[in-house]
């Protein structure tokens, strides 16, 4: 549900500051604070540079700060890569890449001050960036030709209600089942296509004293929330949006009802310290055989590699009731952006950056670095164990965007700790969807 735009402008940086607040603990990742510099001009270029412009005719560096969102060791090692490759076409060009805890605070705080980074990632398809475009912090990229190599389908998600384009989207997520092949092929274990396999899959596990699953409750539901909100209970995310808006309640609705005795079921069949186990803690004890499945985003799949390189791990759709009525959570994952306020050398940078960084051979190595799905044409998913996951998503079209591009953000963080709550305290389900209604509508106030 979007809101009407303030006019003053203090209380529009008012505004986007509480939705961004809002979104920091929707995402696990890092950003940074930087520098300003340099003395070029805006470049309109949109193809690749001759090495003679690369050179430039000015010995002065041009020095820019990336505030990069991510801050998963896999997917920041990518990024590091590409940028050292570029500084070497463009040595008149430095970029530090600065990663800090709750980057959406601390980039709330820089737009509280004026001081939004030049070049930047974010998420598109969510409320908050489409404030943010409104407010007029983002550069118009849309007549840039790079943007053609982004694939058809993940571009036309990501233009702002103007119908212009402020990111460029560069990689797609998913929310998955990843599991251990071997285990699997020890105890005869077929991928399970619905929910009643998948427990019967956890009671295999269980009895042959294999933890099945591993969740990580220590700091909320986070995405496991959303994930098995899609899966569990398809039309669960508008619903609350339903609620959001004053139309409805979730007590009585047998839906919800059913997801919250699924909720408890798999709670029965994970970590004793689920409530002390970190999203990191969760990657590494799978890394090392602790269980036998996690539910993850796509963003863990380099992380799991880089601690265990050896594990042979596949990866498949969180099960619905039937496979026809399965959902899976996936959308844009990262976006790179300028800030409309940059200088024109920044934005110059900014634009061959993201000129650079848009060439197949540069995405696909950073998908490879990263384990990220690229969405850059001409690129491929180098996993065949996960290919499953992507090609449930492209070939059924049975798919769910993340909440926060249809909930207000500040509702979606509220309910991940009324959620946690329920599992932990094992509420009555109708306290809990109470507990809910309640959630909702005081995050909305």
């Avoid at 500084?87 to 980057?103: A, L, R």
């Avoid at 055989?289 to 969180?318: H, K, T, V, W």
């Avoid at 899976?328 to 200088?343: E, F, Q, R, Y």
Wanted: some cysteine.
């Amino acid at each position: 549900m979007q809101k009407t735009l303030y006019k003053e402008k203090t209380i529009m940086k008012k505004r986007i500051i509480s939705w961004l607040l809002g979104s920091a603990l929707l995402v696990s990742m890092l950003a940074a604070c930087g520098q300003q510099g340099g003395t070029s001009s805006v470049s309109s270029e949109s193809g690749a540079s001759s090495q003679a412009d690369n050179t430039a005719s000015t010995d002065e560096i041009t020095e820019i700060e990336f505030f990069q969102q991510q801050g998963e060791e896999a997917i920041q090692a990518g990024y590091q890569a590409i940028i050292e490759d570029f500084e070497k076409e463009y040595p008149n060009i430095k970029i530090t890449m600065n990663t800090v805890p709750d980057s959406l605070k601390v980039l709330a705080s820089r737009i509280a001050t004026d001081d939004v980074p030049p070049l930047l990632t974010d998420w598109p398809t969510q409320s908050q960036f489409k404030e943010k475009v409104r407010n007029g912090y983002y550069m118009d990229l849309s007549d840039q030709e790079f943007l053609s190599r982004v694939n058809e389908s993940y571009l036309a998600m990501s233009p702002a209600d103007d119908g212009k384009y402020y990111a460029m989207p560069y990689a797609r997520n998913y929310m998955t089942v990843f599991y251990n092949i071997q285990m699997f092929k020890e105890h005869n274990i077929e991928i399970p296509e619905t929910y009643d396999e998948f427990i019967n899959v956890c009671k295999t596990f269980k009895e042959a004293g294999i933890t099945p699953i591993c969740l990580p409750l220590k700091d909320g539901v986070g995405h496991i929330f959303q994930a098995t909100t899609v899966a569990w209970n398809p039309g669960g995310v508008e619903a609350m949006a339903e609620v959001a808006e004053g139309k409805g309640s979730l007590v009585g609705n047998a839906a919800f009802e059913g997801y919250a005795a699924k909720m408890l079921e798999l709670l029965e069949y994970s970590n004793e310290d689920a409530f002390g186990m970190s999203g990191t803690m969760m990657q590494e004890a799978f890394a090392n055989g602790q269980c036998a499945m996690i539910i993850a985003g796509s963003y863990a799949r380099g992380n799991i590699i880089l601690a265990n390189g050896d594990l042979e791990f596949g990866a498949f759709p969180l099960p619905g009731d039937t496979r026809e009525s399965t959902m899976a959570l996936t959308g844009i994952n990262a976006a790179l952006c300028i800030s409309a306020s940059a200088s024109d050398a920044e934005k110059d940078a900014g634009l061959k950056f993201m000129e650079y960084i848009s060439r197949p051979e540069v995405a696909q190595k950073w998908s490879d670095i990263s384990g990220e799905p690229s969405i850059i044409n001409g690129t491929v998913y180098n996993d065949a164990n996960c290919m499953p996951i992507l090609d449930f998503i492209d070939e059924t079209g049975q798919v769910h965007d993340w909440m926060a591009s249809s909930l207000n953000s500040n509702v979606v963080n509220e309910l991940y700790n009324t959620v946690q709550a329920f599992l932990l305290d094992k509420q009555p389900v109708d306290e809990f969807l109470k507990n809910m209604d309640t959630t909702i509508e005081t995050a909305m106030q």
